[in-house]
């Protein structure tokens, strides 16, 4: 069974960094493009980054670039985020999401159960 | 503002058929990218409904349907239930990069 568990989400304040986690598992994970997605409070879903199954192709949403980095650590099956100087609009529910090949675009065919960001002072 | 548009939502009573509509562009949609659907149960993560304009998941029932003409896309539910009730994401591709439609909250009178 796929499994995908976000964790090191919390309140920071403006300016300041946290780092998410996603511990993926029931599949290869060193094969699959993974991503970001997030979703403001009582907002829709927004594409945050991408990054290849070997870790050498990575984009960011525009709103996040310059901030954020995604990374991945295949021998550990972990997905990451580093966000820094984080910004009030930051705030919200953060999702791992996996990357299914389509021949029109890829896909999300497996997402986490999210963990919460809050940025405020 | 969402790249691709969706209505902020619609209706329909236990049986009855509804539609959500995602209308893109010439960047997007219309220049060929598929269109994919996810569903959002209250307080629950996203999950894949519809793929590559009209592909079902194994598990996803046959009264959820999608397809695609020109720069726009329809997700069409039949047999309305009760546990439709949810909110509704299109998704597709414009300049390369992954957008989403605003989403549509579908209420089951």
């Known amino acids: 069974e796929v499994q995908l568990v976000e964790s090191g989400g919390g309140l920071v304040q403006p300016g300041g960094s946290l780092r998410l986690s996603c511990a993926a598992s029931g599949f290869t994970f060193s094969s699959y493009e993974m991503n970001w997605v997030r979703q403001a409070p009582g907002k829709g879903l927004e594409w945050v980054s991408y990054?290849?199954?070997?870790?050498?192709?990575?984009y960011y949403a525009d709103s996040v670039k310059g901030r954020f980095t995604i990374s991945r650590d295949n021998a550990k099956n972990s997905l990451y985020l580093q966000m820094n100087s984080l910004r009030a609009e930051d705030t919200a529910v953060y999702y791992c999401?996996?990357?299914?090949?389509?021949?029109?675009?890829?896909?999300?065919?497996?997402w986490g159960q999210g963990t919460l960001v809050t940025v405020s002072s | 503002q969402s790249v691709l548009t969706q209505p902020p939502s619609v209706s329909g009573a236990p049986g009855q058929r509804v539609t959500i509509s995602c209308t893109g562009s010439?960047?997007?949609?219309?220049?060929?990218?598929?269109v994919h659907w996810y569903q959002q149960l209250p307080g629950t993560a996203p999950k894949l409904l519809i793929y590559?304009?009209?592909n079902r998941p194994s598990g996803v029932p046959d009264r959820f349907s999608g397809s695609k003409s020109g720069t726009s896309a329809s997700l069409a539910i039949t047999g309305l239930q009760a546990e439709d009730e949810a909110d509704y994401y299109c998704q597709s591709y414009d300049s390369s990069l992954r957008v989403f439609g605003g989403g549509t909250k579908l209420t089951v009178l």
């Open positions: 999401a996996r990357d299914s090949v389509g021949i029109g675009g890829n896909y999300f065919d497996y």
């Open positions: 990054i290849s199954s070997s870790g050498s192709t990575i």
């Open positions: 010439s960047s997007n949609i219309g220049a060929g990218y598929d």
């Open positions: 590559g304009n009209s």
